[in-house]
Protein backbone atom coordinates (compact mmCIF):
# COMPACT_ATOMS: atom_id res chain seq x y z
CA UNK A 1 0.00 0.00 0.00
CA UNK A 2 2.69 2.54 0.92
CA UNK A 3 5.93 2.92 -1.20
CA UNK A 4 9.23 2.32 -0.07
CA UNK A 5 10.89 5.35 0.73
CA UNK A 6 13.82 7.37 2.99
CA UNK A 7 11.73 9.05 4.96
CA UNK A 8 8.66 7.25 4.63
CA UNK A 9 5.97 6.75 7.78
CA UNK A 10 7.31 2.86 8.80
CA UNK A 11 4.03 3.01 11.51
CA UNK A 12 1.14 4.54 13.02
CA UNK A 13 0.69 4.24 17.18
CA UNK A 14 -3.20 4.58 17.72
CA UNK A 15 -4.42 5.01 21.38
CA UNK A 16 -2.88 1.81 22.50
CA UNK A 17 -2.30 0.18 19.02
CA UNK A 18 0.84 0.13 17.10
CA UNK A 19 0.14 -0.11 13.32
CA UNK A 20 3.83 -1.48 11.81
CA UNK A 21 3.32 -1.30 7.99
CA UNK A 22 6.97 -2.24 6.81
CA UNK A 23 6.34 -5.29 9.36
CA UNK A 24 2.67 -5.84 7.82
CA UNK A 25 1.60 -6.34 11.30
CA UNK A 26 -0.86 -5.06 14.37
CA UNK A 27 0.10 -5.10 17.92
CA UNK A 28 -1.72 -3.64 21.13
CA UNK A 29 0.64 -3.48 24.25
CA UNK A 30 3.18 -5.73 22.00
CA UNK A 31 0.78 -9.09 21.50
CA UNK A 32 0.01 -9.34 18.43
CA UNK A 33 -3.78 -8.49 16.78
CA UNK A 34 -4.36 -11.15 13.66
CA UNK A 35 -5.73 -8.72 10.85
CA UNK A 36 -7.35 -10.17 7.14
CA UNK A 37 -5.07 -8.46 4.53
CA UNK A 38 -8.02 -6.33 3.29
CA UNK A 39 -8.63 -5.38 6.93
CA UNK A 40 -5.09 -4.09 7.43
CA UNK A 41 -5.20 -2.04 4.49
CA UNK A 42 -8.42 -0.64 5.71
CA UNK A 43 -6.89 0.51 9.15
CA UNK A 44 -3.67 1.71 7.02
CA UNK A 45 -5.61 3.91 5.26
CA UNK A 46 -7.64 5.43 7.85
CA UNK A 47 -4.35 5.65 9.47
CA UNK A 48 -2.55 7.46 6.93
CA UNK A 49 -5.39 10.23 6.18
CA UNK A 50 -6.26 10.71 10.21
CA UNK A 51 -7.67 12.85 10.85
CA UNK A 52 -8.98 13.22 8.31
CA UNK A 53 -12.65 11.62 6.83
CA UNK A 54 -12.69 9.55 4.02
CA UNK A 55 -15.56 8.83 1.96
CA UNK A 56 -15.87 5.33 1.02
CA UNK A 57 -15.46 5.56 -2.62
CA UNK A 58 -11.82 7.05 -1.78
CA UNK A 59 -11.68 3.78 0.49
CA UNK A 60 -12.39 1.63 -2.15
CA UNK A 61 -10.12 3.61 -4.49
CA UNK A 62 -6.86 3.08 -2.00
CA UNK A 63 -7.87 -0.33 -0.41
CA UNK A 64 -9.70 -2.35 -2.97
CA UNK A 65 -7.02 -0.62 -6.20
CA UNK A 66 -9.53 -0.54 -9.06
CA UNK A 67 -11.79 -3.53 -7.95
CA UNK A 68 -15.08 -2.57 -8.53
CA UNK A 69 -16.96 -3.16 -4.72
CA UNK A 70 -20.64 -2.10 -3.37
CA UNK A 71 -20.80 -0.06 -0.31
CA UNK A 72 -22.05 -3.43 1.58
CA UNK A 73 -19.01 -4.61 1.39
CA UNK A 74 -16.84 -2.12 2.64
CA UNK A 75 -19.50 -2.01 5.45
CA UNK A 76 -18.84 -5.39 6.11
CA UNK A 77 -15.03 -5.26 6.04
CA UNK A 78 -15.16 -2.21 8.62
CA UNK A 79 -17.56 -4.40 10.85
CA UNK A 80 -14.79 -7.18 10.53
CA UNK A 81 -12.02 -4.68 11.49
CA UNK A 82 -14.33 -3.51 14.46
CA UNK A 83 -14.73 -6.83 15.53
CA UNK A 84 -10.80 -7.43 15.66
CA UNK A 85 -10.16 -4.15 17.20
CA UNK A 86 -13.13 -4.95 19.79
CA UNK A 87 -14.53 -1.78 19.02
CA UNK A 88 -18.51 -1.10 19.36
CA UNK A 89 -20.42 0.83 16.21
CA UNK A 90 -22.72 2.37 18.92
CA UNK A 91 -20.05 3.48 20.91
CA UNK A 92 -17.12 3.75 18.83
CA UNK A 93 -13.54 4.20 20.22
CA UNK A 94 -11.80 3.53 16.96
CA UNK A 95 -13.47 3.84 13.79
CA UNK A 96 -16.59 6.72 13.77
CA UNK A 97 -18.57 6.15 10.90
CA UNK A 98 -20.11 9.71 9.33
CA UNK A 99 -23.46 8.72 7.94
CA UNK A 100 -23.48 9.53 4.41
CA UNK A 101 -20.22 10.86 4.33
CA UNK A 102 -17.12 8.54 5.29
CA UNK A 103 -15.02 6.93 7.78
CA UNK A 104 -12.25 8.19 10.13
CA UNK A 105 -10.20 6.92 13.33
CA UNK A 106 -11.35 8.67 16.97
CA UNK A 107 -7.98 8.57 18.46
CA UNK A 108 -5.27 10.64 17.62
CA UNK A 109 -2.68 9.08 15.16
CA UNK A 110 0.85 8.91 15.80
CA UNK A 111 2.79 8.51 12.56
CA UNK A 112 6.51 7.48 12.68
CA UNK A 113 9.56 6.73 10.86
CA UNK A 114 11.80 3.88 12.38
CA UNK A 115 14.95 3.40 10.62
CA UNK A 116 15.92 -0.42 11.67
CA UNK A 117 19.65 0.52 10.49
CA UNK A 118 21.69 3.87 10.98
CA UNK A 119 22.45 5.56 7.94
CA UNK A 120 26.32 4.73 7.17
CA UNK A 121 28.34 8.41 7.14
CA UNK A 122 28.74 9.70 4.19
CA UNK A 123 32.10 11.57 3.65
CA UNK A 124 32.11 14.47 1.45
CA UNK A 125 35.67 13.62 -0.53
CA UNK A 126 35.44 16.67 -2.58
CA UNK A 127 36.04 19.41 0.17
CA UNK A 128 39.03 17.10 0.71
CA UNK A 129 40.62 17.22 -3.24
CA UNK A 130 43.94 19.26 -3.51
CA UNK A 131 44.00 20.84 -6.53
CA UNK A 132 47.39 21.76 -7.64
CA UNK A 133 48.70 25.28 -7.24
CA UNK A 134 49.36 27.36 -10.09
CA UNK A 135 52.21 28.28 -9.34
CA UNK A 136 53.74 24.98 -9.63
CA UNK A 137 51.58 24.17 -13.20
CA UNK A 138 53.52 27.26 -14.57
CA UNK A 139 56.91 26.12 -13.12
CA UNK A 140 56.10 22.43 -15.32
CA UNK A 141 55.34 24.81 -18.48
CA UNK A 142 58.59 27.10 -17.61
CA UNK A 143 60.85 23.24 -17.28
CA UNK A 144 58.67 22.26 -20.75
CA UNK A 145 60.16 25.37 -22.58
CA UNK A 146 63.62 25.17 -21.69
CA UNK A 147 64.16 21.73 -22.01
CA UNK A 148 62.99 21.58 -25.09
Not at 71 to 80: A, F, P, S, W
Not at 102 to 126: F, H, I, T, W
Not at 129 to 139: C, K, N
Request: proline fraction near 7%; include cysteine.
Amino acid sequence: MLKEGQNQVTRYVIDDLVLDIKRCELRRDESPVPLPKLSFDLLACLAESAPALMSPSEIMAKVWQGRVIGDETLKQRVKLLRKALGDNASDPKYIEVVRGQGYRLVPAVKAESVVNQPPSVMLDLAANDHFPSITGIQQHKWWQRISL
